[in-house]
């Protein structure tokens, strides 16, 4: 959803809420003589134009007292709880001041109204200051200071604070004061008019050479540095002076001063205090609470009791809640829908075009007033509390939205609210509705394509039965074919006078017969007896035309009983071999030879034919073996019906040198006939 009035860039003030009212916010042209507060609201009496209120966005005549607007008003009486104006009294001189319950000071004078609140500083010394604190372990040979005392300059005052700003002492010293520190010689102090040790009072221990800083066992001056036990002495000289270490601010550098109390540094720059810790801005302390922007400069930070003191050149600084910014006092949310003002997110239109909400705040503080939100858990948003959150089309879902408030950069202890709200979508847009659109849709779709499939299936059973009928044929065609060359080698015996051969050869062929009957009955054929009809087909052969080499070679990995092929597929090749290869050699008394090999493949079997024979010459299709043609018309419908591979290739010497006689492959896909 698109974001109105949003600011996402990094975690700096956004605003900073005016302390300071002029004319520009509404103060009065006439003058302002008196001023009230009451009901949690402040009033100003003025010459000549009656009463005004101080409301959020500055000030405004005041319609409660409206019967007062042409009068003077001197003072406010307070009579059965009610604010009663006085017209009569005297003129009272500026600055007029008040302090409400709260702690905040509204200090008026002639064209300003300006509100201290109680986080406002407090400036305790005006003169040129610095802080010294040592701890009880530091002053523990001095059983007056032995929990640990703050010392605090202001101009030549040396004032001692317990931790808890309890005054301890208060000494006053001629000309400057320079340093103090916990040393072997015990706790001393430089001055502009000698050296100082502490013995529940300052005694005078020495003079001369000005200490501007001890350090160690040396003390800096200002031709050097020297050994602290013989300039107290006085007995040093110029061998002793050594070149100082010490380095000054570096120049041009925004940061003044930076102290660690605890685990918070407290940093002063030009952009005046500001607090840390572990890399991240707690808060900060500027002009709005009365902490003038510094100019470079000694700065000292610390904490006495519970108020943060701040040593400056101009001057000692204090602020109540160890520094930290008044938290809100007051704030809540208004919302709106559409850009109209709503009572809350519970009950939103359908699908509405913008929703936002404003934050409504009531201070206790000038610090920067800064807020952020969040949904459902994510990262959060930065934004400008003085101006609205809009989000214009939100996507429809529910929603946990999280708004904090703070005057902390860190958020801790932040005014928190969070709230439920849910975005309806239009009826057509609801997950519900597309749910049965899409039920319904694939609904019609998978009946749709039930029903082709059922009109494909019964298309492909037909087409099955046509095959398995045209398969049927085939192998009818090939008995015959078979049945025609075994009588013609009958004949043939009788006409050559070999009645006996003749007997053998019938009885062969009878049992030939039943193994070929057998197989054409079925669509299949197991191996083991297709190898028993080709092993009696070549006996036929032999017992016709003579012997001649024959192997039959079954790869161990094949179990020919559990391996099925085509019926009466190999028996017309062996048959074509026979009358193309091994007879024209057995005419030319050359030796005539025949190889049957089953391999085992991926997918089926590879039976290969081969021969020793002149060599195979393609014909054309009205010259060519029948029985080729009827085994390549039943491989091509068994690949159709199966979607399997089903086929045959020749390779023969006349058409690669590299071979001898006939190759002739078989690829079965058997695994699509079991």
């Known amino acids: 959803m698109k974001i109105r009035g949003l600011f996402l860039l990094v975690l700096i003030p956004i605003f900073t809420y005016a302390q300071s009212f002029g004319p520009a916010e509404g103060f009065p042209s006439d003058p302002v003589i008196s001023i009230a507060w009451h009901g949690e609201r402040l009033y100003l009496g003025t010459q000549g134009s009656g009463v005004f209120e101080l409301v959020e966005d500055g000030l405004i005549p005041s319609d409660h007292f409206a019967n007062y607007s042409r009068n003077t008003v001197f003072g ?54 610095g802080i010294w604190r040592f701890s009880s372990t530091e002053l523990a040979s001095f059983p007056d200071l032995k929990g640990g005392a703050v010392f605090l300059r202001t101009g030549s005052r040396l004032l001692i604070y317990s931790n808890e700003g309890m005054l301890l002492d208060e000494t006053a010293f001629k000309g400057l004061i320079f340093d103090i520190a916990s040393t072997q010689e015990g706790l001393l102090l430089s001055t502009e008019g000698g050296y100082y040790s502490w013995r529940g009072h300052w005694h005078k221990v020495g003079a001369g050479m000005p200490i501007f800083a001890f350090d160690g ?40 001063s930076s102290d ?37 400069g000694n700065y000292d930070v610390t904490l006495v009791g519970d108020e943060l ?3 400056t050149p101009s001057g000692v600084y204090t602020f109540a809640n160890q520094g930290l910014p008044n938290p809100i006092s007051y704030w809540d949310l208004s919302f709106e829908e559409d850009g109209l003002p709503v009572a809350s997110l519970d009950a939103l239109q359908i699908a509405p075009h913008s929703i936002g909400f404003t934050a409504d705040i009531k201070l206790s503080s000038a610090s920067p007033v800064l807020a952020r939100y969040r949904f459902n858990e994510e990262d959060w948003q930065i934004w400008d509390p003085k101006s609205p959150v809009v989000f214009d089309h939100p996507a429809p879902g529910r929603y946990e939205l999280d708004v904090q408030l703070s005057t902390r950069r860190d958020f801790y202890e932040a005014n928190s609210l969070r709230l439920s709200y849910i975005i309806r979508a239009p009826w057509f847009k609801r997950p519900l509705v597309w749910s049965f659109i899409i039920f319904l849709i694939s609904g019609i779709i998978i009946f749709w394509q039930r029903q082709l499939r059922q009109k494909a299936d019964a298309k492909l059973a037909l087409t099955e039965r046509l095959a398995d009928a045209e398969l049927a044929s085939k192998r009818s065609q090939m008995n015959p074919h078979f049945l025609f060359n ?52 070549i006996a036929l052969c032999e017992l016709r035309y003579g012997s001649f080499g024959f ?29 193309h290869a091994v007879r024209p050699n057995m005419q030319l008394s050359l030796e005539a030879n025949i190889k049957i090999q089953f391999s085992a493949t991926s997918g089926g079997i590879l039976v290969t034919v081969i021969d020793n024979g002149p060599g195979y010459k393609k014909r054309s299709s009205t010259d060519r ?20 591979v089903f086929q045959m290739s020749i390779i023969s010497s006349t058409m690669d040198a590299s071979i001898s006689g006939t190759h002739v492959s078989l690829i079965l896909s058997t695994h699509a006939l079991d």
């Open 76 to 129: 406010f009486n307070v009579v059965a709880d009610s604010l009663v104006p006085l017209t009569e009294g005297k003129l009272q001189s500026y600055p007029l001041g008040l302090t409400n319950v709260n702690g905040t000071n509204f200090i008026v004078t002639e064209g300003l109204l300006d509100i201290q609140y109680s986080d406002y500083a407090r400036v305790k010394f005006s003169e040129a200051s």
């Open 260 to 296: 660690v109390i605890g685990n918070i540094e407290y940093q002063i720059s030009s952009r005046g205090l500001l607090a840390i810790q572990n890399n991240t801005e707690l808060f900060s302390i500027g002009r709005s609470r009365g902490f003038m922007p510094p100019k470079p």
């Open 309 to 311: 003191w701040v040593a």
């Open 625 to 644: 073996s029948h029985g080729l043609a009827i085994i390549e018309e039943r491989l091509d419908l068994l690949s159709k019906k199966h979607q399997s």
């Open 486 to 537: 075994a009588l013609d080698a009958i004949s043939n015996f009788i006409f050559t006078n070999q009645p006996k051969d003749a007997v053998n050869y019938m009885g062969k062929l009878a049992k030939l017969m039943r193994l070929t009957l057998d197989g054409s009955r079925s669509t299949t054929m197991v191996l083991a007896d297709e190898v028993e009809l080709l092993k009696q087909y």
């Open 551 to 579: 192997d039959m070679v079954v790869d161990d990995e094949i179990d020919q009983f559990d391996t099925f092929l085509p019926p009466l597929l190999l028996q017309p090749i062996v048959e074509n071999a026979i009358q």
């Open 217 to 256: 066992a040396m003390a800096r001056t200002p031709i050097g540095s020297i050994p602290l036990t013989k300039i107290l002495s006085g007995s040093w000289s110029s061998e002793d002076v050594l070149p100082s270490t010490h380095r000054g601010a570096e120049k041009n550098s925004d940061l003044y």
